[in-house]
């Protein structure tokens, strides 16, 4: 993007940002800010004011560099992504880097993929800057796991398959499966989205269906959600596995009746000529079939 047309853009975005009497970016603040899934689209008004302001911008992998051309001419843009397995070292560095730019008075965006407290670590570099007292604020995004789905035609909670939903992230403190009480969530949670669970996928699978979930329950795979590469695999839980080996990172995994939905609300299909089914339970819950 040009100069002169970044200039004006940010024009654009400070009227507005005042017209909507949004908080003004202090010196000596960090801004822990979500940036939406993928598509540029989903960044809140707040985040996008957020990037046209800030003196520095620590950004995530997942983070769509389109957004960064709103920053100003002058504002350090900072690579922050984290390498599998290199996590922990990283992050206190990333933490104590934020605490040092503020405290040398700059306006420091820490912007993160989907939402900052979504299995994004946004807590834990809240809370150095609490133990450091750097005032923060935080710029809440759309979740993969929400928006995602969203553009994958799948309502993450529908009134007639699912009242409650689980989120969970396959890849615990040690890079394991986490510890949960899979017998619980099998029984108590209609719908459940995993996150970071491409490579656990069949494992994940395994304890569902010994907790009792059914073999032939819909599930789906969802990835580079809302991006141009976007690519949604529909399969069975006992699937799951399998499905999760052929597709590619980021993905967000569904497992629920809801996922039959999509072949009524893949709104994404219908543009490029699929045929929507405007009744997709027609077949009755698998439940129901027993
Ligand atoms: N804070 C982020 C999640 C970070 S954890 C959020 O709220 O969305 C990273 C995981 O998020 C990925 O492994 C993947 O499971 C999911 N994810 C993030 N962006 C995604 C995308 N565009 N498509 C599919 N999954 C995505």
Redesign the pocket.
């Known amino acids: 993007m040009s100069g002169l047309k970044n200039a004006a853009d940010r024009t654009a975005i400070a009227r507005l940002a005042a017209s909507l009497e949004l908080p003004a970016f202090e010196s000596g603040w960090v801004w822990l800010a979500?940036a939406g899934?993928?598509d540029a689209g989903l960044v809140t008004m707040l985040g996008l004011h957020a990037i046209a302001s800030a003196d520095v911008i620590l950004y995530d992998a997942?983070v769509n560099e389109a957004l960064l051309s709103f920053a100003r001419p002058g504002a350090d843009i900072v690579y922050a992504g984290k390498r599998r397995g290199k996590a922990s070292a990283k992050q206190g560095d990333i933490s104590n880097q934020l605490v040092a730019l503020a405290r040398k008075g700059k306006r420091v965006l820490r912007l993160?993929?989907?939402?900052?407290f979504?299995?994004?670590r946004g807590g834990e570099e809240a809370l150095t800057l609490a133990r450091a007292s750097i005032p923060f604020r935080i710029v809440p995004?759309v979740?993969?796991?929400i928006g995602?789905l969203a553009y994958a035609g799948i309502p993450v909670t529908h009134r007639d398959t699912n009242h409650a939903v689980t989120f969970i992230?396959g890849h615990g403190v040690d890079g394991n499966v986490p510890a949960l009480d899979w017998n619980a969530i099998s029984r108590g949670s209609p719908t459940i989205v995993?996150?970071?669970?491409l490579a656990h996928a069949d494992e994940i699978a395994a304890k569902l269906m010994d907790a009792g979930r059914p073999a032939n329950e819909p599930a789906a795979i969802?990835?580079?959600?809302?991006?141009g590469k976007q690519n949604v695999r529909v399969t069975a839980l006992s699937e799951l596995g399998r499905a999760a080996k052929q597709s590619d990172?980021?993905?967000?995994l569904v497992i629920g009746e809801n996922v039959k939905l999509r072949e009524g609300l893949d709104w994404l299909g219908a543009m490029s000529g699929k045929l929507l089914d405007a009744d997709p339970l027609k077949r009755g819950l698998l439940s129901d079939a027993g």
């Open positions: 979500g899934p993928g997942l993160k993929g989907g939402d900052p979504v299995f994004g995004g979740t993969a796991g995602g992230t995993l996150y970071m669970a969802v990835s580079d959600a809302t991006s990172a980021p993905a967000i």
